[in-house]
């Protein structure tokens, strides 16, 4: 107690002494009680210490409670019946979900509708493509529908293959093979063979790219309608047996899709705002992305009748060629006996608005209740959906469910976790985007992370992970706690057997992680919001499984069975995937520390920077010629480097007592993905606005370092203007420089 200036002091009385002869006594007790616990203490025998924090029990609680049988019910359940975005079925198993994901004890759970532009087939005149004779007679008819799989013969409501959002028509024409294609597919046609598809119907194996990107290219190349088939050389694996009794596609199986070409931009009528009762729509001829041409999915049975008599020119490369028996001449046109002959699709596809659903459930946190955590994956399946989409939102609800039973023995995490069971992803992550517009300010303002959960499996070969380069470090240290479940990596870490099967192309020692493209749901969140996002499933060997995807993809043998009998039968690799989704979510929303290290962000843009900069040595007179310098970018990186392992330094050192100091530099780390994100997008794509990573403007669904330079020097030789083409790349590196200074800023300590 101490005494205060002036203050009078009592002099010692008899309530003094009396009060001294208390302490002594007191002390003594004291002591004694001292002395008696140490001798306890150091006579009893050590113990290991088990539990290396409260965090660490909980997480460890959490990830033994998810369990493979759970996951394995959940998917049979999901995939009795189809769900088209849409559709009734789809409204009820969004009713299904959320009254489980309260009943597991969320805090709240709401579905939450918008009004978007879907695309469906006419039932009374279906689609089909025809090869007609010089009268018009119908010599061949390609398939309506699939054959069922067995058991699923009496099931009601599935839609037959259609491209969905193509335009209505009835073109006929000569036919042209055109490979994958990609737009050096056509450079190879155009250019090279003097092949002008303008007027033509072309022909194009899936495979390689985004559908869409076929489409828009023939477009561009002139063509007045694309047929989509699956080549057995992509879609059917050496040595399987096509389904049911192994896992390739049959002849009669042939992948929906959307044609779309969105760059983002959610319902084709709403594009930056969320799909409401308000809201303005664009009249149904001014969507963005739709097609002007027909588009059409057929399976590899009706291609081979189709390519069968083809003539014109031969194939350019062998790597032209699929594996069906026919010449794969490119044409145009039949063969001399055939030249009359020409091909008609018959398109009646309709667009309309229709109402879609997305399931939003939320858990409360304790410390940070305004920062978000967010996993979500798709609902909506194209028919039986065993893979895509059900493998993931089985997955999701066992992570649903876990999360809950801690809560309910008086567990919450830090930060507040949010799940969502996403609606009409298949026809252009429209529930996803809707609904990330509808929040934008929200999220820009709270979202710490999102985490993808699509499809669980698309092979049974080792873990895939595509994510920020603030979460390599996470998603490393999470892989060693998990154990593998491979065979002949009993006993060891899910890191192990990752490192193992697919080691990094970029760094030493580290397993592979691929940029975040698009395709999928994580789309608005990280390339348009600026939210550090990742995804994880397990995948196949890329370096020796060379087909396409998995071979029944949207397809309707996506069945429960194909999972159980071939993909998973243990359903160990979905439980694995599970701990992984399950794992990141749970280590960004409770640890104190975000786990998110800026120096990898560093390596990585470093690593773009040097990728970008050779790229353009292809073109060295031209470099000198328009006085173009990487020199400010490389500045910029060299900058950022510096400033984020500065960052790292003052993190080691921080109290995490100290909640405001915590706060302080955890925002840093949250707002530093938010750092990369151009107000004014990319050109042409302005829902695209993240400098460092952007979908491919070739493949929606790879990943594209320094988007706005690389598109800028792409096949930049053939541009009419070289010096307009150039000061735009100027433009460009400027940008990037700029933006990758400005995220450095962001991790300077605060004034």
């Given at each position: 107690m101490w005494t205060s200036l002036g203050a009078v002091t009592e002099p010692a009385g008899p309530r003094a002494t009396s009060g001294r002869f208390w302490a002594i006594v007191l002390g003594a007790a004291a002591g004694l009680f001292l002395l008696g616990f140490l001798i306890g203490w150091f006579a009893k025998p050590t113990e290991k210490k088990t539990s290396v924090s409260p965090h660490e029990d909980m997480k460890a609680a959490f990830m033994a409670e998810m369990k493979a049988e759970n996951i394995k019910q959940f998917l049979y359940n999901f995939t009795r019946l189809p769900h088209l975005a849409g559709t009734k079925e789809n409204l009820h198993l969004a009713q299904q979900v959320q009254a489980e994901w309260k009943e597991f004890g969320l805090d709240s759970v709401q579905l939450v509708h918008y009004d978007v532009l879907l695309s469906y087939p006419d039932d009374t005149k279906p689609n089909y493509i025809s090869i007609i004779d010089e009268h018009g007679n119908e010599i061949f008819n390609t398939s309506l529908s699939e054959p069922p799989p067995p058991g699923y013969e009496s099931v009601r409501d599935v839609v037959p293959p259609y491209s969905a959002f193509s335009a209505q028509g009835t073109p006929e024409g000569e036919l042209v093979y055109v490979n994958y294609g990609r737009i050096e597919d056509f450079f190879k046609l155009e250019r090279e063979m003097g092949i002008n598809c303008t007027g033509k119907i072309v022909i194009a194996r899936y495979g390689k790219i985004f559908r869409g990107n076929k489409v828009k290219n023939a477009e561009l190349a002139g063509a007045k309608g694309v047929i989509l088939y699956s080549d057995p050389a992509d879609y059917c694996a050496p040595g399987a047996d096509p389904y049911p009794n192994g896992w390739n596609l049959?002849?009669?199986?042939?992948?929906?899709?959307?044609?779309?070409?969105?760059?983002?931009?959610?319902?084709?009528?709403?594009p930056g705002y969320p799909a409401k009762e308000y809201t303005y729509r664009l009249d149904k001829a001014s969507a963005v992305g739709l097609p002007k041409i027909p588009v059409h999915p057929i399976g590899y049975h009706d291609a081979e009748s189709l390519l069968r008599n083809m003539g014109g020119y031969a194939p350019p490369h062998s790597s032209w060629k699929g594996n069906l028996n026919v010449s794969y001449n490119v044409g145009p046109g039949f063969t001399t006996n055939y030249s009359t002959r020409k091909v008609k699709m018959h398109i009646h596809s309709h667009n309309e608005i229709r109402r879609i659903y997305n399931v939003i459930g939320t858990i409360r946190g304790t410390v940070e209740p305004d920062r978000y955590v967010i996993l979500g994956g798709h609902r909506d399946s194209w028919v039986f959906g065993g893979i895509d989409p059900q493998s993931g939102a089985a997955v999701v609800h066992e992570i649903v469910?876990?999360?809950?039973?801690?809560?309910?023995?008086?567990?919450?995490?830090?930060?507040?976790?949010?799940?969502?069971?996403?609606?009409?992803?298949?026809?252009?992550?429209?529930?996803?985007?809707?609904?990330?517009?509808?929040?934008?300010?929200?999220?820009?303002?709270?979202?710490?992370?999102?985490?993808?959960?699509?499809?669980?499996?698309?092979?049974?070969?080792?873990?895939?992970?595509?994510?920020?380069?603030?979460?390599?470090?996470?998603?490393?240290?999470l892989t060693k706690e998990i154990p593998s479940p491979d065979e002949g990596f009993e006993g060891k870490s899910l890191y192990e057997s990752w490192y193992k099967k697919n080691p990094s192309r970029e760094y030493k020692e580290v397993p592979r992680i691929n940029k975040l493209g698009s395709g999928n749901d994580f789309e608005v969140f990280f390339q348009r919001l600026g939210i550090a996002s990742g995804r994880a499933r397990y995948s196949k060997n890329w370096n020796v499984e060379k087909y396409s995807s998995y071979p029944v993809y949207h397809s309707v043998y996506e069945t429960y069975e194909i999972v159980e009998k071939f993909y998973d039968p243990t359903f160990k690799n979905h439980l694995t995937v599970a701990q992984v989704r399950g794992g990141l979510v749970f280590e960004l929303a409770n640890s104190v520390v975000l786990p998110f290290d800026c120096r990898d962000y560093a390596s990585a843009v470093s690593n773009y920077a040097h990728i970008i900069y050779n790229l353009s040595r292809n073109h060295e007179e031209e470099l000198a010629a328009y006085n173009v310098s990487f020199d400010a970018l490389f500045s910029a990186v060299k900058n950022f480097t510096e400033v984020a392992a500065r960052f790292h330094?003052?993190?080691?050192?921080?109290?995490?007592?100290?909640?405001?100091?915590?706060?302080?530099?955890?925002?840093?780390?949250?707002?530093?993905?938010?750092a990369f994100i151009d107000p004014l997008g990319l050109p042409g794509r302005p829902f695209y606005r993240h400098v460092v990573f952007a979908p491919s403007s070739h493949n929606k669904y790879a990943g594209e370092s320094f988007p706005g330079i690389y598109d800028a020097m792409f096949d930049i030789k053939n541009k009419a203007d070289q010096h307009e083409a150039w000061e735009e790349v100027k433009r460009q590196i400027s940008i990037a420089a700029f933006t990758v200074q400005a995220a450095a800023e962001t991790l300077k300590e605060v004034a």
């Open positions: 049959p002849g009669g199986g042939a992948q929906r899709g959307n044609v779309l070409n969105l760059n983002g931009a959610g319902d084709p009528l709403t469910r876990s999360f809950g039973k801690l809560k309910r023995k008086g567990w919450r995490p830090r930060r507040t976790v949010i799940f969502a069971s996403w609606d009409a992803e298949e026809f252009g992550l429209l529930g996803s985007t809707e609904w990330a517009e509808e929040n934008a300010k929200v999220l820009q303002a709270r979202g710490v992370a999102y985490i993808n959960a699509d499809s669980s499996i698309e092979g049974n070969y080792t873990l895939r992970v595509d994510c920020t380069p603030l979460m390599y470090r996470l998603v490393y240290s330094e003052r993190l080691q050192q921080i109290d995490i007592n100290n909640l405001i100091a915590v706060r302080s530099l955890n925002d840093q780390l949250m707002f530093l993905e938010r």
